[in-house]
């Protein structure tokens, strides 16, 4: 599985064209579905043009890396956390069920 990227990396994604997007954050909820998804991020290089300008995606979307943005010590232990934490989400998911049956 593939380690989350840091704040400010501009991607491609699957089935949006040639537009590119600069992720901005992490673990956006849908405020119409409660659904949690991966990344935010707003269109490069227009950034926040106006409250509908953000999109909110999963890494599995990501068609190509264009830009990896800035890594110092902060970052990667950011980013390493949340790559641990996604790979043992489903371990965890799994023994929450199993506890919640009794």
């Known amino acids: 599985m593939k380690e989350y990227l840091p704040v400010g990396s501009v991607v491609t994604l699957k089935n949006m064209g040639e537009h590119s997007f600069m992720l901005i954050g992490y673990f956006p909820k849908?405020?119409?579905?409660?659904?949690?998804?991966d990344y935010m991020a707003v269109l490069y290089p227009l950034g926040?043009?106006?409250k509908d300008s953000m999109i909110a995606f999963n890494r599995?979307?990501?068609?190509?890396?264009?830009f990896e943005?800035?890594?110092?010590?902060?970052?990667?232990?950011?980013?390493?956390?949340l790559t641990d934490m996604d790979e043992r989400l489903p371990e965890l998911v799994k023994k929450a069920a199993e506890q919640s049956r009794g």
């Open 48 to 50: 926040i043009v106006g």
């Open 30 to 37: 849908s405020a119409k579905s409660e659904k949690r998804y």
């Open 60 to 66: 599995s979307q990501i068609e190509k890396v264009l």
């Open 69 to 81: 943005g800035y890594r110092d010590e902060e970052s990667n232990a950011l980013t390493t956390a």
